[in-house]
């Protein structure tokens, strides 16, 4: 039976600068080489694009899931599951009201809108007029369509894969991996990590970042 290690990248496999150790890849590509049983997924905030790139640095990604479950990169074909006529009309309200800053990787978003704004805000009454949902993965704030998150990847990619929960590892560190962690049989998260996310993790670590990873792969026994 095939096991899903299912990653998150921003303070997950990176470091807080979006650098990532030698460890950490060494150690991704050493499951890949040394556990044929294990496929490693990529599910991210962030574009496809850029985790294309990823991929190719770490050596690792089987399928890769961007903008927090509205796109897949999977055998070759790219497959879109939500549109960003909403998303846009959200951040513009958006904009205009707070002074938010549309984030760089945007111009490569087809499903979602990304952006920065400083300071905590209640966004409930744009997720109400818009029907959206907005999260915060701690490198950028993501406005989603409704339905749209790392739950909705991960359950694509059981379907995918043809497995249950109970083979899915996912490593996550912010609150948009926490609907990834509800579909997922074991968990772990760096000590960076959210809160709350760290509040229903099966395991946290003490490292943060990817040493933080490097010790979750050790508690599944991957490495």
Known sequence: MKNLLVLDIDGTVTESDRSIRVETMEALRKIKKERPDVITVLVSGNVLPVMYGIRGIIGVGETLFAENGGIMLHDGIIQKFFEPEITRRAFEKINRETGAIEFITN?????????????????????????????????????????????????????????????????????NDITMFKEAGFTGCPANSNPRLKEISGFVSEKYYGEGLLDILHHFSFI
């Open 107 to 175: 111009r490569w978003r087809e499903t979602s809108v990304s952006f920065i704004l400083d300071g905590n805000h209640d966004f409930s009454s744009y997720e109400r007029e818009f029907d959206v949902r907005i999260e915060d993965s701690g490198f950028a704030k993501h406005i989603m369509n409704r339905g749209q998150n790392k739950g909705f990847a991960v359950r694509k990619i059981m379907e995918i894969y043809g497995v249950g929960k109970e083979n899915v590892y996912a490593c996550g560190d912010g609150e």
